[in-house]
């Protein structure tokens, strides 16, 4: 007799708690789930705003490629795991992973910017979450600092699949489709052009080096118009206090044709990638051959510590006198 279908969970299964993030589309909310008391982020997504937004794929997109990422025989520690999904009449829910110390984009625009270790280290996280990625046949395509989660030992969750691409070629190059996030967004996603699947993940790592080092985008601009057209230019400078190492990785994933970026087949590879210098500490240079992937999801976090640039200091001053006398308006009414 075959083995009883495992019953969908419902929201009744789960204690809900306080909104931890929201977005145009989804709410994510601290959730309990009953039957184990694990806390979990239940993202909810409103069906109305999925159809009149028309992203209702977007959706449909993010759970098929967490089910494939999350059904291998070894689930990377460095992705975020789909846990449940379930649905009623008007949202959609997913029971992920909680990661509790958000996100690396709100750490370093706290600070301004992150060390250069603090760099490397998480550079070589999303990097190795990256590979089992492309090697389980998926392709983020908007990987972005907000999208890099941070979970209790301070390591990351690559998170939100919406963008994804997913298939069995990631060899093979295919027509980009036009996804993800102006100031992270590959030149070959924008011209829609044939390139590897995997080449748009490379250069947003790029920039998000370039992000944990200087606390922006590369090609930040005024609107997402300007930054894309900064991106189709290539129209960058690297600060002269970056790392030599730094800027020679940025440099090399920053290549407007995907075919000669650092850590694309069949010209490079993520092998490649993870031999260059960048990720070799610096007095440890003369002694170590690479930064150790064998215990990098192991070994502690390195403590958050500033980096290049610092963030501006925020307003002290209190702002009571401006709401002072606001009930003694009147409104005279007319008769």
């Known amino acids: 007799m075959p083995p009883a279908k495992p019953v969908p969970a419902t929201l009744d299964d789960f204690e809900l708690g306080d909104e931890v993030a929201w977005g145009s589309l989804a709410t994510i909310i601290d959730a309990v789930y009953k039957k184990n008391n694990k806390h979990y982020a239940l993202k909810v997504l409103n069906k109305a705003q999925l159809v009149k937004k028309k992203v209702i794929r977007s959706a449909l997109v993010e759970k098929d490629a967490l089910i494939r990422l999350g059904t291998r025989d070894h689930m990377h520690p460095g992705v975020i795991r789909l846990h449940h999904c379930f649905q009623d009449s008007t949202h959609l829910y997913f029971a992920l992973d909680l990661a509790t110390n958000g996100d690396l984009k709100a750490v370093v625009l706290k600070l301004g910017s992150i060390s250069l270790n603090c760099s490397r280290y998480y550079t070589a996280q999303l990097v190795d979450a990256v590979r089992y990625l492309h090697e389980s046949g998926v392709t983020h395509r908007d990987i972005k600092p907000e999208n890099v989660l941070l979970d209790s030992d301070m390591r990351i969750k690559l998170a939100d699949f919406g963008c994804a691409y997913i298939g069995d070629d990631m060899d093979t190059p295919r027509t980009n489709t036009f996804v993800g996030t102006a100031a992270y967004i590959s030149p070959e996603l924008l011209a829609r052009s044939v390139s590897n699947p995997t080449s748009p993940d490379l250069w947003a790592i790029g920039c998000t080096v370039f992000f944990f080092l200087f606390g922006g985008s590369p090609f930040a601009a005024a609107t997402d118009y300007l930054t894309m057209k900064r991106v189709k230019a290539l129209d960058y400078t690297l600060p002269q206090v970056c790392d030599p190492d730094a800027a020679d990785l940025i440099r090399r994933l920053l290549v407007l044709d995907p075919h000669e970026r650092l850590g694309v087949e069949p010209k490079s590879s993520v092998e490649e990638l993870c031999r260059h210098p960048f990720f070799i500490g610096g ?47 009147h409104v005279t009414s007319e008769s």
């Not at 702002?319 to 308006?329: I, N, R």
């Open 283 to 329: 007095t440890e240079r003369k002694t170590s051959k690479s930064e150790n992937w064998n215990v990098l999801w192991t070994a502690p976090a390195p403590e958050i510590a500033v980096g290049p640039y610092r963030s501006r200091p925020q307003e002290s001053s209190s702002t009571d006198d401006l709401w002072a006398g606001f009930e003694s308006l």
